[in-house]
C-alpha cells in the first residue's frame, strides 16, 4: 500500500496507528499489557490456551467457540499463565454472566485449570483429548530414542575398536616382514574379526541406527495407515525390538479408548490400563498414568459431548500467522488492539 501511494512503509504505519486507527482512543489501552477483557463475547462452550506474541511470553487467551475464530471470539487476554492473574481478570466479568459459562476445554496445565474452576462455577472442565495422547505417544517415542542412543553408541564403539583393530594388524604385518605365510594368516585372522565390528544392515537396507530413526512416524501412527514399506520397516523394527513392540500396543490401547461412546465404560477401560501399567512395572508409562489418574475426572469429561480444544490450536495458528504477516510484535499493545479488531 506504502509503495502504491509513493509513501514511506514506516511513515504510513506511524499514521495509521496515530491517526486512521482509534488506537489512542482505545479505552483498555492503558491495561492493554496486562489484560484485555470482552464481558460481550461470553459464550456457552469456552476454550482456554496460551500463546507466546513476542520475546517468548506468554499470554492466556479465553476465547468463545460459537465465534468460530472470527469477530466475537475474543472473551479475555491474560498476561502470564498464573492462576491468580487468571481468576482475578475473569472476575472482573460479572458474576451472572459467568455462569451461563457450561463447558471449558483445556489442556492439563492445573494454573489454568485452578483459575477457571473458580471463575466460571458452573462449567465442566474438558481436558483435551490430543494432549492426553500425545503424552503416552511422547512416552513411547522416548523408549525409541534411547535404542537409538544405545545404537548409536554400540556403532561408535565398534569403529573405535575396528580401528585399534586395523592398528594392530598393520603393526603385526610389519613385524613378519616377507613371511607371507604368517603375512596371509594374519590377513584372513583381521578380515574374520573386522566382520565382527562391521555395521549390520537389515534385509530392507536400514543400519539398527537407521531403522529407529526412520520409525519416528510409523509408531505414531495406527497399522492400518502404514504404506508397504512402513509395514516391512515396522515388522523388523519390532522383531528385533520387542519391548518396543509391547509400549507400542499399550498406546495404542490406550488411544483406542478415545473410540468408546459411553463415559462409564471410558472410565473402566482407563482405571484398567493405569492398573495394567503398575501391575506390569511398564515404568516407561508410570508419568502417563499417574497423570491421567490425577486429571481422570476432566479427561472422562470429554465423553460428554466429545469436545475438543481444536478451536483454540487453530486459533493459535490464526494469531501466529498474523503475527508473521506484521514481521513480528514491536508494539505489543498495538498488535493486542489489531488483534480486538479482527477477533473481538
Known amino acids: 500500500m506504502a509503495r502504491y501511494f509513493q509513501v514511506a ?61 472470527k469477530k466475537g471470539t475474543i472473551v479475555a487476554v491474560i498476561f502470564g499463565t498464573k492462576a491468580k492473574d487468571i481468576q482475578m481478570v475473569l472476575e472482573l466479568i460479572e458474576l451472572n454472566s459467568r455462569e451461563l459459562v457450561k463447558e471449558v476445554t483445556l489442556d492439563m496445565a492445573k494454573n489454568m485449570e485452578l483459575g477457571i474452576r473458580s471463575a466460571f462455577p458452573n462449567a465442566v472442565l474438558v481436558t483435551d483429548r490430543f494432549h492426553v495422547v500425545k503424552l503416552a505417544l511422547d512416552s513411547l517415542q522416548q523408549i ?15 569403529i573405535s ?29 583381521y578380515e574374520l574379526n573386522k566382520q565382527e565390528y562391521q555395521t549390520v544392515e537389515h534385509e530392507n537396507g536400514d543400519t539398527p541406527k537407521q531403522l529407529l530413526a526412520r520409525s519416528r512416524y510409523i509408531i505414531a501412527k495406527k497399522e492400518e495407515q502404514w504404506t508397504e514399506n512402513q509395514k516391512e520397516r515396522a515388522f523388523i523394527l519390532f522383531r528385533i525390538y520387542p519391548q518396543l513392540k509391547t509400549a507400542y500396543h499399550e498406546v495404542l490401547a490406550f488411544r483406542n479408548i478415545y473410540e468408546q461412546k459411553c463415559k462409564n465404560k471410558a472410565r473402566i477401560q482407563m482405571e484398567s490400563w493405569i492398573q495394567k501399567v503398575h501391575t506390569n512395572e511398564m515404568k516407561e508409562f508410570y508419568s502417563v498414568a499417574n497423570t491421567v489418574e490425577n486429571n481422570l475426572e476432566n479427561i472422562l469429561n470429554f465423553f460428554n459431548q466429545r469436545s475438543t480444544n481444536a478451536n483454540a490450536e487453530s486459533f493459535n495458528a490464526k494469531i501466529k500467522l498474523f503475527r508473521a504477516n506484521q514481521r513480528g510484535v514491536k508494539d505489543t499493545k498495538f498488535f493486542l488492539f489489531r488483534l480486538s479488531k479482527l477477533f473481538a
Open 9 to 69: 512503509s514506516k511513515k504510513l504505519n506511524h499514521h495509521y496507528k496515530n491517526k486512521i486507527s482509534d488506537f489512542s482512543n482505545w479505552e483498555q489501552k492503558e491495561h492493554a499489557d496486562n489484560y484485555l477483557i470482552f464481558p460481550e463475547n461470553i459464550g456457552k462452550n469456552l476454550s482456554i490456551d496460551e500463546v507466546s506474541l513476542s520475546n517468548g511470553e506468554l499470554y492466556t487467551f479465553v476465547t468463545n467457540k460459537s465465534g468460530c475464530g
Open 161 to 189: 575398536k575396528l580401528k585399534t583393530l586395523k592398528k594392530e594388524y598393520e603393526k603385526a604385518l610389519k613385524d613378519c616382514g616377507n613371511d607371507t605365510k604368517k603375512g596371509n594368516k594374519i590377513k584372513r585372522k
Open 144 to 158: 525409541r530414542v534411547k535404542l537409538r542412543w544405545k545404537e548409536m553408541d554400540k556403532e561408535n564403539d565398534n
